[in-house]
């Protein structure tokens, strides 16, 4: 058993204190992993390269996850004081290739090595003491404390594995042998592979609250579906049943391959593989640190885009339509195997939490009731883009962990592979990655007669958002006007320079276009990718589809397309980016107009914010503020209120003298006044609201 392997706690128990070593134990092991990890790069010099171009350097992902910690835990409100808020800002967002992810490095000026070494070992008492001391009652729920602190470990635990297939992607120049990394080193011709028939079912999808492991949002809820009888390959696809698509041309015929598949072979050039390597005598294997002749027995990696292929050539030569998995009918493939989930699940029983080997093995090592690796060796790629189950809902710590994913682009990922540990390799785990990308994945196939999962907007199941969708795209109710378009109307009428503005709290975009009107450039961010998600769609795809909740479970499906708002010639002068208010990266500067509408009573520290963004207006710029200051402790602690409530003398603290305290001596207040708002909820319910309106020109 490698010294790596520790599986995660469970949520229950009766001993607090022993519950709280456990923790503990697994949060060190999951830490010294990931940092071991990095002992592959060869040099320090090694941190500041890409895997490739899409992707941040490997310093970025280094100090990533630490500042994962310190940014839920700060925004969770169980610590006041981060420990660096350059770091926790540089590093916090850009890990998915989603549109909101900055990747230009000139916006980055990284720190060295061992600074991040010294924020990391900061972190890790910070964290350590945490689990020591905070409340703790079993089983620990959603609302617990030390549920943060889980979810940074589990997420530390994701960066494990995602790291290393980028530390797999550097050239072998790059990085050198860690002696306790051990990979398989036997190998033999690959075996047969062969279809095994299968019962259909009613699948029932999801775990309930009261789970005792830790799981991520789209794990609860419930779905069902019915799955016909079926048939599925005995063992993963090797690289020597892969081999046949290879030389038979597969990568060259683009009938095999659908439209963003034959845009990844125009922009990779991929002729095989991504991790076989082509020399005069043959193709040989990159292993995360050497290049070993090609295991044909071993599971090949590809992305879907390249399994999809594969099952379109095998189709036509077989006669037989073959494609890959859904989600449900890889749970019945999972149940025949009579696999236990996690911690009776015996590790020895297959390839997965780095119990064997720091690679993939042969592909006839581990088998399960006549199936192979149903778990374990290489990740499954599935034909189901992931969803979310019915009574899903986001935890607030992490509101875009799925959501973004929700996009009809990413694809489940089954199974697990030899680098993924904790909530990676439990039953209702659910990740999924863009067609494009490459994990520790491969696949297997099936012959079924269920299609594709339906697709839908993501909104349509995204409460929350399509509330915003409604209220700033929708119809306009008791004759109060659409409250982007008036805030953007005000501020324009103050702003002289139309150079460059910042649509801060932009939540789902229509401001940011509207300001797009008059300004050259306009940046929208946004602490949640699931609100910029829907200005990202708008520019890029034309239109947003939601739902407008009418009744109960009834809700009206609306439709709105940059044509109909008269933005289509706008498209080029906007941007969306993630960010936090209170902790903004330093590209963001030199803004003519920064607008923050209904945000600083929603911010953890909004005097942090108003200190840091005077630096970030040019002079004679305008800053524009709207709120209807609902303050409240579930946003902003007590002691960060900047009004509504009495000091010690019993005098009553209003915000807007407390924005004059901190703004009059860098600005003039040019402008107040009352502006409306109505927010549907129901057909039959609405907030309405009146902010104040203060507009502020920098001296």
Known sequence: MSKFSLYPPTLDGVDTEAKREDIRSYFHNTYDIFEKIF????????????????????????????????????????????????????????????????????????????????????????????????????????DSAMWIVLMGIEHERIHIETSLVLHRQIPLEFVKEVKEFDICTHSSNAPKNEMIDLRGKTVVLGKDLSHNLYGWDNEYGRYSEIVNDFSVSKYLVSNGEFMEFVQDGGYENEEFWDDEGRKFLAISGAKHPTFWVKEDSGYRYRTLSRLIDLPLDWPVDVNALEAEAFCRYKSKKDGVVYSLPSEAEYCIVYENAGLKDVPELHQSRANLNFYHYFSSCPINEFGHNGIYDVVGNVWQWSRTPIFGFDGFRVHEAYDDFSTPTFDNKHALILGSSWASSGNLIMKHSRYAFRKHFFQNAGFRYVISSLGDKKETDIYESDELVSRYCEFQYGDEYFGVKNFAVECVKIASKFAKNPNKALDLGCATGRASFELARTFDVVEGVDFSARFIGVGVKLKNDGYVAYASKTEGDLAERKKVTIEDLGYENLREKVSFWQGDACNLKPNYNSYDLVMATNLIDRLYNPKLFLEDIKNRINSAGILMLTSPYTWQESSTKKEFWLGGYKDESGKEVKTLDTLKEILNDEFELLHLQDLEFVIKETARKFQHSVAEVSVWRKR
Not at 63 to 74: E, M, Q, S, V, Y
Not at 129 to 138: A, D, G, K, R, V
């Open 39 to 142: 002992e592959v790069l060869k040099s320090d010099e090694v941190f500041y390269k890409k895997s490739e171009p899409t992707r941040h350097p490997m310093i970025f992902y280094f100090g990533h996850t630490a500042t994962f910690f310190i940014n839920k835990l700060i925004n969770m409100k169980i610590i006041k004081e981060r420990i660096n808020p350059r770091f926790e800002s540089i590093f916090a967002v850009g890990v998915d290739e989603m549109a909101w992810d900055d990747v230009q490095s000139s916006n980055y000026s990284w720190p060295s090595v061992d600074e991040v070494r010294e924020y990391r070992k900061k972190v890790r008492e910070v964290v350590d003491e945490l689990i020591m001391s905070l409340p703790l009652t079993l089983p620990i729920a959603q």
